[in-house]
């Protein structure tokens, strides 16, 4: 064997250069997250774990990220079906609409959101009508996640929804159907690992959110004040207690990645191989 | 019963047919791909929608384009099996054999018994908690024949039911469709570019050629007068083509088939013309014959095959020009002495050969 032709030294050459960039690139993402959590003592987390002020932004984020995440599902499932079944003018303007959000710096978002839903905005008197108060409410932050998490949600759920098998459709259609039948029996079972990819995904955004939340709602404690945002408080004042925030939110984001790399293959083996056992398959 | 008439165009293809499948009875959709088998069958199931004609189920119009009828599939009692059987893969064989049930909002004690019945009668009830994907290919095709009957439909469609097996499953799972079919009281329509199939199916043939219907009729009538290039070539008769040269006299014409001049009964046409010459009509000797036979050609024997079944029969392939086929017992092969190289004389009757319709 020739180990040593020009081509091997290609071979080599080749190898040694992707796993080189590929161990340079994990540890430069690795090493804030290690930095983090070796600042992360037993000590200052039990000491912080319990502080009303953790205890406060804990609670709101959750209960936002809840909230915003549910608004999204309930709306952009639907967009999600229709973009992905239907074609009719205009919709590639609407499919950049839903977007958007995605690659418009959050501060923006948050400019625009006080613009439009903001005391003196294009809805604000309307707003104000109803006795409804967006800016500096908790409201308001359920508002700037929904508009932020919204395209994180919608493009997986779109891409799911336009996978499903056109045959199985027809074959839906032709045992009686309805449209609305056919949804929720076939396409959006069959769809799941990309709702769920979505749902994860949405839920991170929703919780890192930061910019537009800032910008459009303010940092009240208690109202306002987010995890992320009072991360950013902290830095200034506690550190530790900016640790603490920090390793609370990278152990929620972790989890929520877990659950969306690893769900779909273990939730269909689940339910695949817990069924009661049957005869053994013929062939 | 079935009635259809209908014209659809995609693209430079247009399908243009017309064709009955009555009740208790399959009627196989035979032709080649791209004939157009497979968007028939989806007119007739509602899935897509002709631009021209109509379509009535056991009296019912489906499709009415004068009228602007147009039922969508679920208000169609059509029973549809498509290709691949495409089952729901999330769903057990029970769920989806109930799957018409349920989509049809029935009340939740019909949807058991009806499914239970599907599956009894289809022997499935022991692979009831099944995926498709835990199935055979022969299995499969059980499970979504079971879910298309289980509402009981007017018809029931079936796209190549057994294209997406192997061969060697194949055998096996035709034999069982045979049985299934088998006392069917809705019309069946079959749809295969098998030939082998459609007789094996078919109570009616009919033969679908670039969109259009070439021959239709029973089984019988299929295989004794076969009608088109493609169920000659199946059936292994002598297909030519040839050119009409001159006026007809005494009731034949006079055919140009590449340097050989054929008579033929008067086609009451001119110009390009196919011919059939069924192998049995074709009568061999090794001297130029003196009979009564219009058409003889002469060339060396190329090859003699036994023809099934039972190879009492021998298949000899003369290179003539054009080349024929002639089927002939063994013993006369025996008795002319015929081999390969062996130079022979083909003669065959005007009578006996078949013009094609355009």
Known sequence: MDTGSPRDREGRLWSAWVVTTTVALLAFLGLPLLGLLSRATPRALLSHLADPRVLTALELSLLTTLTATAVVVLFGTPAAYLLATRSFPGKRGIEALIELPMVLPPTVAGFALLMAFGRAGLAGGALRALGISLPYTTLGVIVAQVFMATPFYVAPARAGFGGVDRRLLEAADSLHASEAFRFFHVVLPLAAPAIRAGLALSAARALGEFGATITFAGNLPGTTQTMPLAVYLALQTDLDLAVVLSVILLVTSFALLLGLRSAPAGWMGARFHAGTPGPPPAR | ?358
């Not at chain 2, 499969?140 to 029931?156: E, F, S, T, W, Y």
């Not at chain 2, 295969?192 to 021959?215: K, M, W, Y």
């Not at chain 2, 295989?223 to 006299?249: D, I, K």
């Not at chain 2, 033929?264 to 090794?286: C, N, Q």
């Open chain 2, 1 to 358: 019963m079935l009635e259809l008439q209908v014209r659809r165009r995609l693209g430079e293809f247009v399908l243009d047919a017309a064709l009955t499948a009555p009740a208790r009875e399959i009627t196989v959709l035979v032709g080649e791909s791209g004939a157009g088998k497979t968007t028939l069958l989806r007119l007739v199931a509602g899935l897509a929608h002709p631009d021209e004609g109509r379509i009535t189920l056991e009296g019912r119009v489906l499709f009415d384009h004068a009228s602007g009828v147009r039922l969508p599939p679920r208000a169609r009692a059509v029973g549809y099996v498509g290709q691949e059987y495409t089952l729901f893969p999330h769903l057990t064989v029970r769920d989806n054999v109930a799957f018409g049930p349920r989509a049809s909002g029935l009340p939740a004690a019909e949807v058991r018994t009806r499914t239970d019945a599907a599956l009894a009668r289809f022997a499935l009830a022991p692979l009831a908690r099944r995926r498709p994907a835990e199935l055979s290919g022969g299995q499969q095709q059980r499970v979504a024949i079971a879910r298309a009957l289980v509402l009981d439909p007017r018809i029931l469609l079936l796209d190549e039911p057994l294209s997406a097996l192997d061969p060697a499953t194949r055998r096996s799972v035709r034999i069982e469709l045979r049985q299934m079919l088998t006392g069917l009281p809705c019309a069946t329509l079959f749809v295969t570019h098998h030939p082998g199939d459609a007789l094996a199916f078919g109570d009616q043939i009919v033969v679908l050629e670039r969109g259009r219907v070439t021959q239709s009729g029973s089984r019988d009538a299929f295989v004794r007068h076969p009608r088109s290039a493609y169920v000659a070539e199946f059936l292994g008769l002598n297909l030519l083509e040839g050119e009409v040269l001159g006026a007809p006299s005494g009731g034949l014409v006079s055919v140009r088939v590449g340097e050989t001049r054929l008579a033929i009964p008067d086609p009451g046409r001119s110009g390009a013309i196919r011919l059939l010459v069924h192998p049995r009509e074709i009568v061999l000797s090794r001297e130029a014959p003196s009979g009564s036979a219009r058409n003889v050609l002469g060339g060396p024997v190329t090859e003699i095959l036994p023809e099934p079944p039972g190879a009492e029969q021998v298949r000899v392939l003369l290179g003539t020009h054009p080349p024929l086929a002639a089927q002939v017992s063994r013993q006369s092969a025996d008795l002319l002495g015929l081999a390969p190289g062996v130079w022979a004389y083909a003669a065959f009757k005007a009578a006996g050969v078949v013009v094609l319709p355009p």
